[in-house]
T-cell receptor, first 117, second 112 residues
Framework: ETGVTQSPTHLIKTRGQQVTLRCSSQ?????VSWYQQALGQGPQFIFQ???????GRGNFPPRFSGLQFPNYSSELNVNALELDDSALYLC????????????????FGPGTRLTVL | QKEVEQDPGPLSVPEGAIVSLNCTYS??????FMWYRQYSRKGPELLMY????GNKEDGRFTAQVDKSSKYISLFIRDSQPSDSATYLC????????????FGAGTRLFVKA
């Protein structure tokens, strides 16, 4: 069983630039959620993707956008980077069964540390 | 007021001690409660997962949920230096969207 992987590990950008982060979900999982974790804080929910569509969003502006691909991998895009976007970005995968039941356990990747200068 | 409150610590205990970690929450709609362990510069690792009220035990770890008091706990027995990490409580309503709310995390140090 393959766990959740994320790339890149670290990234340094300057204010105003755009960034794309990538996530491969755990084998057998079909749902991906993205979180932002600032230093010393708990993760904050950005959004979730299921069946290639956004399926729930936290309190983040539209410059945070995402994609999910047919193989359930996902991208997080952030436009017009701001200094406050510096954080650890976490991807979590889970299983939403087609029977309507769902498994609430989310498994996290190691994260991408983004620094905005 | 935050939806989930968690004392950030740090909490320092000697090896072998029983550790008690706690969170309170304000939203009575939360149904699913999780505890994650996060080592420095790593992603959170799911430790315990509980639905509604009650206790759940797994090895040295026991999770308790008291929905009437909106209070959840994680107990670690026979704590080890390798348990030194940040412990995050998390919860959600269990409906579509999986909008999981995390506490700020408690930093735990277990001294050998």
């Amino acid at each position: 069983e393959t766990g959740v992987t994320q790339s890149p590990t670290h990234l340094i950008k300057t204010r105003g630039q755009q960034v794309t982060l990538r996530c491969s979900s755990q084998s057998g999982h079909n749902t991906v959620s993205w979180y932002q974790q600032a230093l010393g804080q708990g993760p904050q929910f950005i959004f979730q993707y299921y069946r290639e569509e956004e399926n729930g969003r936290g309190n983040f502006p539209p410059r945070f956008s995402g994609l999910q691909f047919p193989n359930y991998s996902s991208e997080l895009n952030v436009n017009a980077l701001e200094l406050d976007d510096s954080a650890l970005y976490l991807c979590a995968s889970s299983l939403w069964a087609t029977s309507g039941s769902f498994h609430n356990e989310q498994f996290f990747g190691p994260g991408t540390r983004l620094t905005v200068l | 007021q935050k939806e989930v409150e968690q004392d950030p610590g740090p909490l320092s205990v000697p090896e072998g001690a029983i550790v008690s970690l706690n969170c309170t929450y304000s939203n009575s709609a939360f149904q699913y409660f999780m505890w994650y362990r996060q080592y420095s510069r790593k992603g959170p690792e799911l430790l315990m997962y509980t639905y509604s009220s009650g206790n759940k035990e797994d090895g040295r770890f026991t999770a308790q949920v008291d929905k009437s008091s909106k209070y959840i706990s994680l107990f670690i027995r026979d704590s080890q230096p390798s348990d030194s990490a940040t412990y995050l409580c998390a919860m959600n309503k269990g409906t579509g969207g999986f909008k999981t709310i995390f506490g700020a995390g408690t930093r735990l140090f277990v001294k050998a």
